[in-house]
């Protein structure tokens, strides 16, 4: 650990991660449907497994790490990020924080709202896993593929391309480092603008040129996490009508290229006869009433379902 940096350090978490590739992990088996119905049922359930099949793997690359690199590795729940390297006496933190995705739900709906000033100093890797049962929807959990990236390229991207005053904006979690660790506050809050609700003869792009002129903000359109940017949208937060942005971190809607480019290149994956969108529009149409389709059938067929 002594020489440990934060470039090599993804090298080993990826090849541990790698390793599980192609491999159903021996944990639990979910049993063949015995008909038409019950895959279907199943296939509208699985993605809730996905916590589960996360769990597994973080207590397993814990293990996996402090073997590999030795020191004081902790898995930690329900804290971020879900792997942590424990020595204090560090420069910076490294740590590990996992997500898994099942590709035959409707989107990688896992979301990652970490504030970028608790990751800027640090190396905490984001590590998004694919999975599926081996027989598709039934059998071992099997990983299809993963993708690693430091997380805070991850979350600059995310608030970089949300952010856009007066209509989407940002607030950074204020200091809460006195406060006992379950009241600290980690993630950043997206707010949508209530246009419906503006005050009558209020114009919100003149507020942002009034506010940004006052706190001395001489881009205020550019994402910051500096203390005088984070006033002036706080301020403006205040004058304007907002409202939470429920959708904000939602892995699927990042547009940091590598995370979309494996999300896409996951979907054309072949398993089993057929890729991922195939499978998934097979499973969809399989739920449908009334005459199974010919993409369903070959599903069926495929999975040796009667």
């Not at 995310?158 to 379950?182: A, C, G, Q, V, W």
Request: hydrophobic content about 35%.
């Amino acid at each position: 650990m002594s020489r440990l940096s934060c470039s090599s350090f993804s090298k080993q978490v990826h090849n541990a991660l790698e390793k599980t590739v192609d491999r159903p992990l021996p944990h639990f088996t979910i049993h063949q449907p015995a008909d038409f119905e019950e895959a279907a049922f199943y296939s509208k359930i699985l993605s809730k497994l996905s916590p589960t099949v996360g769990n597994i793997l973080e207590y397993s690359l814990t293990k996996t790490l402090a073997s590999a690199l030795g020191g004081d590795w902790e898995r930690q729940d329900p804290d971020f990020p879900d792997i942590i390297y424990k020595t204090s006496d560090r420069a910076i933190r490294f740590g590990v924080e996992i997500k898994t995705w099942y590709p035959l739900a409707t989107e990688a709906t896992a979301r990652f709202k970490e504030s970028q000033s608790h990751l800027k100093n640090d190396c905490i890797l984001l590590a998004l896993i694919a999975w599926v049962p081996s027989h598709i929807i039934f059998g071992s959990p099997t990983i299809v593929d993963i993708f690693i990236d430091n997380s805070y390229n991850i979350a600059k991207s995310r608030d970089e391309n949300y952010h856009n005053p007066p209509y989407n904006i940002l607030l950074e979690p204020i200091d809460t480092s006195n406060r006992t660790r379950n009241l600290q506050q980690r993630v950043v809050t997206a707010n949508r603008l209530q246009s419906e609700h503006l005050p009558e003869g209020v114009d919100p792009l003149k507020e942002v040129k009034s506010l940004a002129e006052k706190y001395g903000i001489e881009n205020p359109y550019q994402y910051s996490i500096d203390s005088a940017y984070q006033e002036f949208i706080r301020r403006l937060a205040s004058r304007l009508p907002y409202r939470s942005e429920t959708n904000f971190g939602k892995l699927d809607r990042i547009p940091y290229g590598p995370l979309s480019s494996f999300i896409e290149s996951t979907a054309s994956a072949t398993i089993r006869g057929m890729t991922i969108s195939e499978w998934k529009l097979a499973l969809r149409e399989l739920t449908r009433k009334g005459e199974v389709s010919p993409l369903a059938a070959q599903a069926v067929a495929l999975l040796g379902i009667s």
